[in-house]
């Protein structure tokens, strides 16, 4: 409990491609509730739990929080990829000394990469209609 007797929190933001997610670090034994679930129900791999939960492990604080996400928008990688986002920068709210540790990692920056839109006239992004001389 922090002053005035609310409870000890913090919040951040994380993106990738179109999901967000909005992480809350509370002290606490490890639990990680995402949308309601448990983390490994679901981050259905191994590869994007441990994606996901790196940041906490660079800076040796695995099982000192409690987590709770809610994520929305975008596939099962951009949402794990938004979690470590959001998670880096709780992390760095909750000690500013971890921000430049985190950052040297590239935990703390947003991945700027989007799906390219379509384009008119043609099958896709890049694609063009194959070309007929006759």
């Known amino acids: 409990m922090g002053p ?16 967000v997610a909005s992480v809350r670090l509370r002290p606490g034994a490890g639990r ?14 191994e590869i994007l739990m441990t994606k996901a ?35 880096a920068k709780a992390l760095t709210i909750f000690d500013p000394a971890l921000r430049g540790q985190l950052k040297q990692l590239g935990f703390l920056t947003r991945d700027p990469r989007m799906k390219e839109r379509k384009k ?11 070309f007929s001389k006759r």
């Open 4 to 19: 005035q007797g609310t409870l000890e929190e913090y919040v951040a933001t994380g993106r990738r491609k179109t999901a």
């Open 32 to 45: 990680v509730c995402i949308n309601g679930r448990e983390a490994k129900d679901y981050f259905n791999t």
């Open 53 to 87: 939960m790196r940041p906490l492990e660079a800076v040796g604080m695995t099982g000192r929080f409690d987590i709770v996400a809610r994520i929305r928008g975008g596939g099962i990688t951009g949402q794990s990829g938004a979690f470590r986002h959001g998670l």
């Open 120 to 130: 008119y006239g043609q099958p896709g992004a890049r694609a063009r209609f194959q």
